[in-house]
């Protein structure tokens, strides 16, 4: 059975914020298909009596919940590609 | 002097006995980077590394003690250096400096190493090749035609091509161990947890930890202890204590319990490691040790569970990369939307938005119960599997790669690249500590690496038997 084609792939791209040309996605679904193909294997291990657990780690040691000084403004915008007196600077998103 | 070919240790103590200088150290290793620029092991080279060298020389003057005192180290690209460039070996960080140190930085820095470079990778350590770099391709050492590995490509070859003694790389399904088993040098990925990851780029969190690469397993020992440790900036750094490795190398193997692994030898079969893997375990039985038939029923799925968890979280780790704070945006986006989209479809390489696809695949609502939640069940199961080796074991014997190190471009498929990953994701998946040490030759005279894997924690157990089997079993 197919799992993954065009349409799929165009959803997938948009959920991923990205974008690729028709072409690109033409490739893209077979190879996909592969990989699939390959993780579908863990479909015939039964793991009907294994309780999920997402992090096996404990949270046990966690630390004081206290403040502490962080990085400046400056610092945090330093690698913004846009910013602006103390602010990061994106297009206008809102009609005047 | 030829300073390549003294080992960590070997150097250490040249500094300390004064026979030569951080100076002149880091200057020849700076100008065998600029020698072997063809190799592309290194991106940059620090500026400042020549005048750190020169504080260190003040300080070992002046009788200070440092574990690194004046030791040229090279970090690989996804690890934060304060006021360095850290780029991911990404067109998308082209820019990105880092505002503060990792973990490892600062516990290199305070036992006085002196980093001088940054090392090429595949772009967010994703692939097993360094051919996915958007700074161009890496070189194998030991072959200039054939891929050095990776992801952490550009830090084995700096080890093996004489650019450094000791480099950092980090592994999140084999991505320090199999660069070092292609260029013949020792790695290792140690138990999750034994290292703060604070401060190194995240692509998977729940399976990736730093891990030294060096020329030797006591060399590897000796780092380890340095980069271990609990750090109240990431929770799940263990706060165990870090043992002295060096002490547990005893030179004897007698009545060691060596985990040989039933799955794993059905899955060796026919392939170019298992003659030699044989015969070195038909050797390590003469030599006193115990081999014991284990079994891991579910070894087959470690790779597709690897690939759904590894790229779930990649998918969420790169969510960060919008356009609006990291380093890039998209000349071309006139709205929001298009900031995060155009940005991120210049900014990343094909390997990355395929894992990104993938991971929003298995996430996404009707496939991630069968998918993720299925992978996560495994794992689970994988985990209890192992418990009851290691109850048996002490420590369990793989091979690091199938063959030797590949054909530059010679993979194209993705599946058959993720197949590289077969024999060292187990440990990723597990969590437990893995390294790699080279122990034979492939039929192109290239080196082949064994992998010793040990219980949570146990990485003692690991460098004796590696040392034993470096000084003792002859191959070159």
């Known amino acids: ?96 | 002097m030829e300073f390549e070919k003294f080992t960590l240790l070997e150097i250490v103590n040249m500094l300390k006995n004064k026979t030569v200088s951080s100076e002149q150290l880091t200057k020849y290793f700076i100008s065998k980077i600029e020698e072997k620029k063809s190799l592309n092991a290194v991106l940059e080279v620090f500026d400042d590394a020549i005048n750190l060298a020169k504080e260190a020389d003040k300080k070992i003057q002046a009788g200070e003690n440092g574990k690194l005192l004046g030791v040229p180290v090279i970090i690989k690209d996804n690890i934060l250096y304060k006021g360095k460039k850290c780029t991911c070996s990404s067109k998308f960080l082209k820019d990105y400096i880092a505002q503060y140190n990792s973990t490892v930085v600062e516990k290199i820095l305070q036992e006085g190493g002196v980093i001088i470079g940054r090392a090429n990778m595949d772009e967010f350590a994703m692939g097993g090749s360094t051919e996915n770099s958007a700074y161009g391709i890496t070189h194998n050492a030991l072959d200039f035609d054939r891929v050095p590995g990776g992801s952490s490509g550009g830090s084995a070859v700096a080890v093996a091509g004489g650019l450094c003694p000791v480099s950092l790389g980090t592994d999140t399904g084999g991505s320090v161990r199999q660069p070092c088993s292609y260029n013949g040098i020792v790695g290792i990925k140690p138990t999750y947890g034994r290292i703060s990851r604070y401060g190194v780029v995240a692509f998977a969190s729940s399976l990736e930890q730093v891990g030294p690469m060096t020329k030797t397993v006591k060399d590897n020992a000796y780092m380890l202890q340095i980069l271990s440790g609990k750090s109240i900036n990431d929770e799940t750094s263990a706060d165990i204590p870090v043992e002295d490795y060096l002490s547990q190398i005893k030179g004897q193997i007698n009545g060691l319990n060596i985990g040989v692994c039933k799955e794993v030898m059905q899955m060796m079969s026919g392939l170019e490691v298992e003659k030699i893997f044989l015969q070195v375990l038909e050797w390590l039985k003469s030599n006193g040790a115990n081999l014991i038939d284990v079994s891991l029923p579910n070894f087959d799925l470690c790779l597709p569970c690897y690939y759904i968890i590894a790229p779930a979280e990649a998918t969420s780790n790169l969510g960060r990369f919008d356009g609006i704070k990291y380093s890039t945006r998209s000349d071309k986006a006139e709205n929001v939307d298009q900031i995060y989209t155009k940005s991120r479809s210049e900014g990343f390489g094909k390997e990355v938005k395929r894992r990104i696809m993938l991971g929003n695949f298995v996430l996404s609502s009707g496939y991630f119960d069968a998918y993720y939640n299925k992978a996560k069940k495994i794992q689970i199961k994988l985990k209890e599997q192992a418990k009851d080796i290691f109850k048996k074991c002490d420590v369990l014997l793989f091979p690091t790669t199938a063959s030797e190190a590949f054909k530059l471009g010679s993979k194209t498929d993705p599946v058959s690249m993720y197949k590289e990953d077969m024999f060292t994701i187990t440990a990723n998946i597990l969590g437990i500590p893995s390294l790699t040490l080279p122990f034979a030759k492939g039929k192109s005279n290239l080196p082949l690496g064994l992998q010793i894997m040990a219980n949570n924690f146990e990485e003692g157990k690991i460098y004796n038997l590696a040392d034993y089997i470096e000084n003792n079993w002859r191959w070159k």
């Open chain 1, 1 to 96: 059975m197919k799992k993954i084609d065009f349409i799929e792939a165009k959803r997938l791209a948009s959920l991923s914020a990205l974008d690729f040309s028709e072409e690109e996605l033409n490739a893209f679904v077979p190879e996909f298909e592969k990989i699939l193909d390959m993780v579908e294997q863990i479909k015939n291990c039964n793991t009907e009596n294994v309780d999920l657990t997402y992090s096996t780690h404990k949270l046990k040691d966690l630390r004081e919940d206290k403040s502490k000084v962080g990085m400046s403004q400056d610092e945090v915008l330093l690698n913004s590609p846009k910013s602006k007196k103390g602010c990061f600077v994106v297009p206008q998103m809102l009609e005047d």
